[in-house]
């Protein structure tokens, strides 16, 4: 059974920065996608940034110049969050997906204030 844990969510002032880790655990394939997205109260789940054997990189355009998406093995994937704003409050979850497979990790709460 896979499973993904989240860490480094938390609360910031606009303009600060975070950093979101992810690392799963169990049997997974060393080709696979891990990303980040999130979810606002009231709003639908989000693409924020997808990243595949750290060189096929995608990033949501509310995002791009700000946040930056790594990995360090097929394992982990952290994001980097700066410049944030009170729009970037929300969930952040942590996926991976492998074949037809999909995991999603529990969320961090991140809450960005003005």
């Known amino acids: 059974q896979v499973q993904l844990v989240e860490s480094g969510g938390g609360l910031v002032q606009a303009g600060g920065s975070l950093r979101l880790s992810c690392a799963a655990s169990?049997?997974?394939?060393?080709?696979?996608?891990m990303g980040w997205y999130r979810q606002a109260p009231g709003k639908q789940r989000e693409l924020v940034a997808t990243i595949t054997r750290g060189v096929y990189i995608n990033y949501a355009d509310s995002v791009k110049g700000r946040f930056t998406i790594s990995r360090d093995d097929a394992r982990t994937v952290s994001l980097q969050m700066n410049s944030l704003k009170p729009e970037d409050t929300a969930v952040y979850y942590c996926?991976?997906?492998?074949?037809?497979?999909?995991?999603w990790g529990q969320g961090t709460q991140v809450t960005v204030s003005s």
């Open positions: 169990g049997s997974i394939f060393t080709f696979n996608t």
């Open positions: 996926r991976l997906t492998m074949t037809s497979y999909e995991y």
